[in-house]
């Protein structure tokens, strides 16, 4: 299972991204998907989820702000950014798991991309 992301990139506050996560090497769509972000010097943490109907979650700080959304028939998985602030500078990094769960928030997931840079100068 391999995983891409790509659309990061440095904005002013107050900007807009759209990033995207390419799932490859599995025969059936990942039951959850999720977005997750690590700025220097903290844990990563999750942003968003969305599992295989699309059902969804979302952190506090983003609400209102980013839409996860996902294309099973394209194994992807997107994030849209609006209205960034300095805080969301991270590396943004999407995840995949298999199995079905009551929810697909707040679990640790299997298989990982290796993250996309966003910045998010004042």
């Known amino acids: 299972v391999q995983l891409v992301e790509s659309g990061g990139g440095s904005v002013e506050a107050g900007g807009s991204l759209t990033l995207s996560c390419v799932g490859s090497g599995f025969t059936y769509s990942p039951y959850c998907m999720g977005w997750f972000r690590q700025s220097p010097g903290k844990g990563r943490v999750e942003v968003a989820t969305i599992n295989i109907s699309g059902r969804f979650t979302y952190v506090d700080s983003v609400k209102g702000r980013f839409t996860v959304s996902r294309d099973n028939t394209r194994n992807s998985l997107y994030l849209q950014l609006n209205n960034l602030k300095p805080e969301d500078t991270a590396v943004y990094f999407c995840?995949?798991?298999?199995?079905?769960?009551?929810?697909?928030?707040?679990?640790?997931?299997?298989?990982w991309g290796q993250g996309t840079q966003v910045t998010v100068s004042s």
């Open positions: 995840a995949a798991d298999f199995p079905p769960r009551s929810t697909c928030g707040g679990f640790s997931y299997q298989y």
